[in-house]
Every structure is written in C-alpha cells, then in structure tokens.
C-alpha cells in the first residue's frame, strides 16, 4: 500500500508528498525508541483502544487487498480476481504458521522485486532531477502521438466526466452511448450521441463529456488532458490548493501515518540496530515508490484517466519498455506485490494475534488455542476483503484505519493512564470521527471531512482530560 500511495501522491502533484514520505519513514523509528514505561503506557495497555486498533488492522489489511484488485484491472482482469487471490495470500500466511521463517524473507525480497526495476525506467528517461525539471517546465501536459490513448484507444477505469478547455475531436474505439452537456452563454444543453466504432465527435471549451466505464475512447494527438493539471508548472505547484488545505491535508497525514505507524511498531530484540536499519529500508523503498510515481506521470500524463492505486507503476513500466521485455517486467512486478503482500501480512497477524492473546490475558483468560486464533485472524482476512471489493480508494482506506488507530487508541492513552478516561476519550473521538467522515457537520471545512483525525484526535485528547478531572 505504501507503493500505491506515494506513488499516486507524486504522480498527483501532492504538496503533501514530503510530509507523507517523512511520516512513513518517522513513525516506525519513534516506535523503536519508545522507552519501556512509554510503551507499556501506549502500547501495551488494554481498554478501548484495542477496539479502535482491531478495526484501524482490518482497514489496513482491506487496503493491501483493493491494491491487489487494483493490480488484476491492471492486468485485464476483473477485481473480484485480485480480491480473492490477496485473501488467499493472506489466509495462507495466517493458517500456515509453520513457514513463518520463510514468510519473513517476503518483505525484503518482495520490495526488492518492485523496486529494482525502476532502474530501467531511470536508465532509459533520464535522471530523476532532470526528469522532474522537464515535467514541471511544460507548457501543458498533452497526448503524445505514440500513447496508446491516441493510437489505438484505451478503456476509462472509472465513470467518469471530462470537461475539456479547449477544441478536441474524440474517436470512439467502440460502440457506445455519449452524453454531452454544451455550455452555451445563454443556455445549458443535454444531448446524448450514439456512436459506432471510428465515430468522430468535436468538443468544444467548456463542453462536458460522461463516460461510462469502460468505454473505449481515442483522443486527439498534442490536446491537453482532459482530467490532468492544465501543465507542467500547475502540476508541481499542487493543482491550485489553497495554503489552508494543503496545511490540513499535510498535518491529517503526519497525526495519522505517524500515531498509528508507532502503535504497530514491533519490539525488537536489536533496537539500536533496528534504529538504523529500519528507517533506511524504508527510505530506500519510499524514495523508489516515489521515482514510480514521478517516472510514471513524465512519461504517461494521462494517468489520471486510469485512477488505479498502481496506474503510475504499470504506465511507467509500460512507456519505458518496449518489445517483449514489457510483458516479462510486468509478471517480475506483479509476483513482487504478492510476496510483498505476505510479508505484510504476516506482520499484521503477529500485531493482531498479540491484541487477541493480551484481550484473553485482560480478561483472566487463557489465550486461544493456534485453530482458534486462526480462525479468527481468517475471519478479520474476510472482512478486510469484503470491504476491499467495494471499490474504495486504497490510500483512503490506509490513512483511515491509522487515523482510527492515532486518534482512539494513542491520542486517549497519552492524555491519561485512566482507562475509563481513556473510554471516554475515545468514544467522543469515535463520534467526532463518524461526524466528519460523514459530512454530518456542515460548518465543517472539507479538509476535516477528508482527514478525520483533525476532529477526533483533539476531541478525544480533550475529553480524556476533562473525564479525568471529573473523576478526581
């Protein structure tokens, strides 16, 4: 998930990139350096906050497992075809626990495999400073003759509506129903045109085309992209964003990329050498992912058109390859996403296994016995699946079972040791948070509505504190 994301987030132009890219890198660091009173205090504890970390886990599982459904679109095939092979990765690793030594090569070997062929892309585009200096210098981000978008036709990812500021002659690529909506200075007009395969339709500045997934279309050579910042210089200055919501957006992704990465950091036998190590495996495997995202928004600016947690990757990969190394690199990446899967997976079972023991243990309880835990760790496996096929986005889900897990699971135990207190805060918090998500609260902004965590956190932190008082 975190190549999905940062790439996604670089190819979008993000401001919020450096803070994301700092977040990830941070959050498993400040987890290693916690003292043990510190992490007994936020980590170890039981109360509430187990609740809010078993949902932040299956969110984060169901994102790992919508990237893989993203990944068989990518491949030709249907979501429900990803969907169930990352469950079946996952149910392999939680119900095999005798191959534990061998799951643990995964993750390394799995980023490797998706990493190490960025290389190539590098190699035949040119440096990545030199790559980024030409992107954010164009006039306008255009078809190229040679895309697959003009030559042959491409299918829309997603349903979309194209809003074109200047003329541009479309083709359809098979036969299909548009919908177009003329903006005339007098008046508004709906007209649908049925068109056959190799029918031509002008549109006009201001005109708005609807698309149907799926549909099939050509686009004229030298336009600009329909969905994609007007140029080079927008792209890099983050599409228009007010200083306000690029603060909020970037400040949402520090509190959750931060407060739920420590929760989920493991203790290690080495910390100090887990200190140095750790975060530049993850920095090497973060910068690659956002060479990804650049290298893929260079050479295929319209990507936005194929809104895929992994577009960046497989449209880099795609451009920068040609003849039949390009089906062989394809197959190297897509295998490399499923071992990485099963390294994050088995991380996550061993996180959630020791939620189910230290919950027994809170209770006076004996821990499970191994096919007990196993079915239970299989259950949360299909939930997180079943909420992948829904279609959410992948780096929403993500950020959103780490806020979950920041905001009432961290925020509350910070505030105090007091477990009803800790209760309270993070009830209010889970409200706060539903509210926002929600748009209950219309004089809420929309950055609260896109990163909850700015609501739940202060609103959890703060009601701790009160309930402690009122108990003394």
Known sequence: MVLAGVAASVAAGDTSTPVVVAALVAAPLLGLLLTDDARARLLDAR?????????????????????????????GLARAHGVAAAAAVALLVVGWQAGEAWWR??????????????????????APWTTWAALASRPALTFDAASAWVTGGR????????????????????????????????????????????????????DQLALERGARVRFEAGRRVPTAAPSGVAWADGRGRSTVERLAAALGILVAVVGGGVAL?????APALAAVVVPLVLLTFV????????????????????????????EALSEATRGGWRPALTGVVATGLLVLLAGTVLAWR????????????????????????SLLLGGVVLTSAALALRGDDPWRLFTGGLAVIAALA????????????????????????ALAALHALPWLTASFAAHPVLLAAPTAFLIARLARRAAR
Request: positive net charge; charged residues 15%.
């Open 105 to 126: 090569l995964a993750t390394p070997l799995g980023a490797a495999v998706v990493i190490l062929p960025v290389a190539l892309v590098v190699a035949g585009a040119g």
């Open 410 to 433: 961290i925020v509350p135990r910070l505030a105090t040791p007091a477990p009803r207190a800790q209760l309270a805060g993070a009830l209010a918090g889970a409200v706060a948070f």
């Open 265 to 269: 950091a493991p203790a290690l036998a």
């Open 155 to 206: 299918a829309i990812g997603e349903r979309t509506t194209l809003t074109f500021g200047e003329p541009h002659r479309m083709i359809a690529a098979a036969p299909a129903t548009w919908r177009v909506t003329e903006r005339d200075a007098a008046r508004i007009s709906v007209r649908e045109w049925r068109l056959g395969t190799g029918d031509a339709l002008t549109l006009r500045p201001g």
């Open 47 to 75: 109360g509430a906050g187990d609740v809010a970390i078993l949902v932040g886990l299956t969110l984060l599982l169901a994102a790992n497992v919508a990237v893989l459904g993203d990944l068989a679109r990518e491949l």
């Open 287 to 314: 910068t690659g992912a956002a060479l990804w995202g650049l290298y893929g928004m260079a050479l295929a600016p319209a990507l936005s058109l194929t809104p895929r947690a992994l577009a960046p990757v497989f």
């Open 350 to 373: 061993g996180r959630l296994a020791a939620l189910v023991d230290g919950g027994a243990a809170a209770l006076g309880r004996p821990g499970p016995s191994r096919a007990v835990r």
